[in-house]
């Protein structure tokens, strides 16, 4: 069974950082691409980073430059590092593998990440 588990939310100030995690079970994770997505409320969940199996990283225009995504497939587990955090970053923080045709099973419950000044 797929689990997907993200920790690392929290409250942060406007230009802070943050460093979420995401351990996967169930998948063979060291050829899955994966990726963060985030939901603000009242808005459609986006995907903002995604890692493919060889390393290769894309970001949303809006992170870009800000975020980082990266995995350690000895810990099955991917991270997105958060820098100059803006309060538009607010949102719940999922995890998910982007081309698996089953993702939409797979969701967590995510952490949520608040920047209030």
């Known amino acids: 069974q797929v689990q997907l588990v993200e920790s690392g939310g929290g409250l942060v100030q406007p230009g802070g950082s943050l460093r979420l995690s995401c351990a996967a079970s169930?998948?063979?994770?060291?050829?899955?691409?994966m990726g963060w997505y985030r939901q603000a409320p009242g808005k459609e969940r986006e995907l903002v980073a995604r890692?493919?199996?060889?390393?290769?990283?894309n970001y949303a225009d809006s992170v870009k430059g800000r975020f980082t995504i990266s995995r350690d497939n000895a810990k099955t587990t991917v991270y997105l590092q958060m820098n100059s955090l803006k309060p538009d970053d607010t949102a719940v923080y999922y995890c998910?593998?982007?081309?698996?045709?089953?993702?939409?099973?797979?969701w967590g419950q995510g952490t949520q990440v608040t920047v209030s000044s």
């Open positions: 998910n593998a982007p081309l698996l045709p089953k993702k939409d099973d797979y």
């Open positions: 169930g998948i063979i994770f060291g050829l899955t691409t």
């Open positions: 890692i493919s199996s060889s390393g290769t990283t």
